[in-house]
């Protein structure tokens, strides 16, 4: 259900925003309203859905960024509130799965220093540089989306569970550094979504962390833009620091 002009003059910065879960989010933010900022390395497809979203009515513009390099994203950042003279919301969909059904003892360190830097070091990034501009105006929404392997761990993915519960971490700890502004951060842990980047999961490592999942399916991305739409809406003004579950059941904490 669409809420209409819930966003209005309100400015987002959407990471990962060409695919997937950040689409998805950032579609449903720009039909309530929103002028968005995508961010995403993949300039093809950034290109395609920023058309196609403005098809759709949507104010959108694209911005080739790889999350993980502190100058483009610095950039990035710099350049939106330039244009836009505020970023209200930041939502940080991007995110990579790296290796899957891979014990520790056979999981190589090159790949583990990659999945590092988009997953963790990216996401420390675009939380630092957004930052420095919500706190101009002492208000904001940031939304970092972390997953229900930071909080339970999925065996054969050490790469992809530690660095997204180092998200819940950042999560807990910059919270509390804004949580005397109207600036709030808050974290989402969403079981498996049905998505482009669970295509390279193994079909052992997908159908265990489906079997985990008492409502035996897997989430959708509309299900995901709605509660991050309400998690970064003004409405939701009393809640910082917390990791909400979208996981059909599968969390226990």
Same mark, same amino acid.
């Given at each position: ?72 994203? !610095? ?34 360190? !090159? ?22 501009? %919500? ?21 054969? %993915? ?50 265990? %962390?489906?079997?985990?999942?008492? %409502? ?11 509660? !991050? ?25």
């Amino acid at each position: 259900m669409i809420i209409n002009e819930r966003f209005k003059d309100k400015v987002a910065v959407v990471t990962g925003g060409a695919d997937g879960i950040g689409r998805g989010v950032a579609y449903r933010l720009g039909k309530e309203g929103a002028r968005l900022a995508l961010f995403d390395i993949n300039q093809e497809l950034l290109q395609k859905t920023v058309a196609e979203f403005q098809r759709d009515g949507i104010e959108a513009k694209g911005y080739v960024v790889d999350i993980s390099s502190e100058s483009q994203v !610095s950039k990035a950042i710099l350049d939106v509130e330039d244009e836009c003279k505020k970023i209200d919301i930041l939502v940080n969909a991007a995110g990579i799965v790296g290796l899957t059904n891979t014990k520790i003892t056979e999981y190589p360190t !090159s790949d583990f220093d990659k999945i590092y830097e988009v997953n963790l070091k990216g996401t420390f990034l675009i939380t630092k540089f957004a930052l420095s501009v %919500m706190k101009k105006t002492g208000t904001g929404r940031l939304l970092l989306i972390a997953s229900i392997a930071g909080k339970e761990g999925n065996p054969g %993915m050490v790469g992809y569970s530690s660095t997204k519960a180092g998200v819940i971490g950042l999560v807990k700890g910059v919270a509390k550094e804004f949580a005397d502004t109207n600036i709030t951060v808050n974290g989402l842990a969403p079981a498996v979504i049905k998505t482009p980047m669970n295509d390279n999961t193994s079909s052992e490592q997908l159908a265990y %962390m489906t079997a985990k999942i008492p %409502m035996q399916r897997l989430g959708t991305v509309e299900e995901v833009a709605a509660i !991050s739409c309400y998690i970064v809406s003004d409405e939701n003004s009393f809640s910082t620091g917390f990791i909400y579950d979208i996981s059909g059941g599968r969390a226990t904490y």
